[in-house]
C-alpha cells in the first residue's frame, strides 16, 4: 500500500526506549522516519524494521550528511546522553568546521542552556526541530492518576513543595527531579540523573519509607528537547527508596513503556499523579558566570526552603547540591559526573554555606577530585587548621558574599 506523503522526520536518538517507541509513533501515523543514533547511546538491535545510522559524537559531519542526504526536514531529539569526553571523540570535517558552534555549546553551563544551543545549532543547518509532545502526543501523561492508586492530600502538600524547589533552582539551571516528605528535602537531581538520584537516596535512607518525587520542568524549560520522562526504571527506584510516589506535570512529561510503568506501579501500590501547570511563571537565568558565585547565589536562593551545605560547580554547570549526605559525600558524587571529559587543569568550584575543623574529609576529596577552589561566606570563621589542610590539598580559598 503506497504510503501517505510526509514531511521526513529524523530522530536523533539517545538512550533509553523512548527513541524507539517516538519512531514506531511515526511509523504508525504514515512516516517513515530516519535515525541518527549516539554512540555509547543508542544501540542498532533497538531499531530494527527502522532506516538506523549509528554515528559517533565527533562525526558532525556524517550526522549532518545522513539526515540532508534523506531529505530530512524536521527532525526530533530524544533519549538520554551523557555529555562525551571531549578528548576521546573521533572527529571529522565536520566537525571542525563547526568547531566555534560546537564551543559555544560546551560553554553553555546547565543542560537547559546546552540544549538550547544545541536546538539553535540544528536550525542553523536549516532543520525545524519538534518536540515528543507535538509528533507522539499519546506518550505524554495526561491529569490524574495514571493507574490505580490515587495521590492523597498529605502527598499533594509535599508535591507543590517539590514544585517551589525546582522553581527555586531553574534560574541556576539544576536537575529537574526532587523528592520531599512531610516538607522536608531528601534529594536534589544533579548531574547524575533521576535514576541514580533514587538510588543514592535509598542507600542514604537504609529502609526508610515516605516521600514524592516531583519531576518537574524549570519554568521556561526547552521542552522540546528536555522533556521529563518517567518509566518503570523510575517506579523501580521509587520502590527501592520508599517513597510513595511521583507527581509530574500533566501534558508536559513522557511516558516510556507506558504500560509496563502503570503495571509496576500498581504492583506495588504508589501513584502516578498528572498534575496541572498552575500559573506560568517568568524566570531569568542566572548572569553570574564565575563557577563559586553561582554556587553560593545557589544556597542562597535555597536557604528560605532548604538548608544545604554545599554545591558543586564547574564550567557554570551545577553538578550536585547537598541535601543531607555532608560536604565529603557531596563532592565525591560530584567528582563522578565531570562534564565533557577530565580537564587538564584545575577548575570548578566547591561553594560551602560553613566550613570547619569536622570538614577535613571535604577538604581532602575536593583536593583529589581537582576542583580549583573552596568558596565560603565572607562572614564564616574558617580556621588556621582548614587553612593549612586547603594550602596542602592545592586548592584556594575564596570567601566572598553571604547564603542569607
Known amino acids: 500500500m503506497q504510503r501517505k506523503s510526509h514531511p521526513v522526520v529524523g530522530i536523533l536518538a539517545g538512550g533509553g526506549s523512548l527513541p524507539r517507541e517516538i519512531a514506531d509513533v511515526l511509523f504508525a501515523d504514515g512516516h517513515d522516519p530516519v535515525i541518527v543514533g549516539l554512540e555509547g547511546e543508542a544501540s542498532p538491535r533497538d531499531f530494527a524494521g527502522h532506516d538506523f545510522t549509528l554515528v559517533n559524537w565527533g562525526r558532525i559531519g556524517q550526522l549532518l550528511r545522513t539526515f540532508?542526504?534523506?531529505?530530512?526536514?524536521?527532525?526530533?531529539?530524544?533519549?538520554?546522553?551523557?555529555?562525551?569526553?571531549?578528548?576521546?571523540?573521533?572527529?571529522?570535517?565536520?566537525?571542525?568546521?563547526?568547531?566555534?558552534r560546537i564551543f559555544k555549546i560546551v560553554a553553555a553551563g546547565?543542560?537547559?542552556?546546552?540544549?538550547?544551543?544545541?536546538?539553535?545549532?540544528?536550525?542553523?543547518?536549516?532543520?525545524?526541530?519538534?518536540?515528543?509532545?507535538?509528533?507522539?502526543?499519546?506518550?505524554?501523561?495526561?491529569?490524574?492518576?495514571?493507574?490505580?492508586?490515587?495521590?492523597?492530600?498529605?502527598?499533594?502538600?509535599?508535591?507543590?513543595?517539590?514544585?517551589?524547589?525546582?522553581?527555586?533552582?531553574?534560574?541556576?539551571?539544576?536537575?529537574?527531579?526532587?523528592?520531599?516528605?512531610?516538607?522536608?528535602?531528601?534529594?536534589?537531581?544533579?548531574?547524575?540523573?533521576?535514576?541514580?538520584?533514587?538510588?543514592?537516596?535509598?542507600?542514604?535512607?537504609g529502609g526508610g519509607t515516605g516521600g514524592v518525587l516531583v519531576k518537574w520542568p524549570k519554568p521556561g524549560q526547552e521542552l522540546?528537547?528536555?522533556?521529563?520522562?518517567?518509566?518503570?526504571?523510575?517506579?523501580?527506584?521509587?520502590?527501592?527508596?520508599?517513597?510513595?510516589?511521583?507527581?509530574?506535570?500533566?501534558?508536559?512529561?513522557?511516558?516510556?513503556?507506558?504500560?509496563?510503568?502503570?503495571?509496576?506501579?500498581?504492583?506495588?501500590?504508589?501513584?502516578?499523579?498528572?498534575?496541572?501547570?498552575?500559573?506560568?511563571?517568568?524566570?531569568?537565568?542566572?548572569?553570574?558566570?564565575?563557577?563559586?558565585?553561582?554556587?553560593l547565589a545557589l544556597l542562597g536562593a535555597l536557604s528560605p526552603l532548604v538548608r544545604s551545605q554545599g554545591a558543586v560547580v564547574v564550567r557554570r554547570h551545577v553538578l550536585a547540591v547537598e541535601t543531607g549526605e555532608g560536604l565529603a559525600d557531596l563532592i565525591t558524587r560530584a567528582a563522578e559526573r565531570r562534564q565533557w571529559g577530565r580537564s587538564r587543569k584545575r577548575r570548578g568550584a566547591v561553594a560551602c554555606a560553613a566550613l570547619t575543623e569536622g570538614d577535613m574529609a571535604a577538604v581532602a576529596a575536593a583536593g583529589a577530585a581537582g576542583y580549583e577552589r573552596l568558596v565560603v561566606p565572607g562572614d564564616v570563621v574558617v580556621s588556621a587548621a582548614i587553612r593549612d589542610a586547603i594550602r596542602a590539598t592545592g586548592l584556594a580559598l575564596d570567601q566572598r558574599g553571604s547564603v542569607g
Open 224 to 295: 522540546r528537547v528536555d522533556m521529563p520522562a518517567i518509566g518503570p526504571n523510575t517506579i523501580a527506584g521509587m520502590v527501592a527508596a520508599g517513597l510513595q510516589g511521583v507527581a509530574v506535570q500533566a501534558g508536559a512529561t513522557l511516558a516510556a513503556q507506558r504500560g509496563d510503568m502503570a503495571d509496576a506501579a500498581d504492583a506495588a501500590d504508589v501513584f502516578i499523579a498528572g498534575m496541572d501547570a498552575g500559573a506560568a511563571e517568568r524566570v531569568t537565568k542566572t548572569a553570574l558566570e564565575d563557577d563559586g558565585a553561582i554556587g
Open 110 to 205: 546547565g543542560d537547559d542552556s546546552v540544549l538550547r544551543r544545541v536546538v539553535g545549532f540544528f536550525e542553523g543547518h536549516g532543520f525545524r526541530v519538534r518536540g515528543p509532545a507535538e509528533v507522539a502526543p499519546a506518550l505524554m501523561i495526561g491529569a490524574g492518576p495514571y493507574g490505580r492508586v490515587a495521590m492523597p492530600a498529605v502527598a499533594q502538600r509535599d508535591a507543590d513543595f517539590g514544585r517551589q524547589i525546582v522553581a527555586c533552582l531553574a534560574p541556576f539551571d539544576v536537575g529537574q527531579a526532587v523528592v520531599v516528605t512531610d516538607g522536608r528535602v531528601l534529594a536534589i537531581e544533579g548531574a547524575e540523573g533521576t535514576d541514580a538520584m533514587l538510588k543514592r537516596l535509598a542507600a542514604q535512607r
Open 68 to 100: 540532508k542526504s534523506k531529505g530530512v526536514t524536521d527532525l526530533v531529539i530524544v533519549g538520554s546522553v551523557t555529555r562525551p569526553d571531549l578528548w576521546a571523540i573521533r572527529t571529522d570535517f565536520g566537525f571542525w568546521r563547526n568547531l566555534p
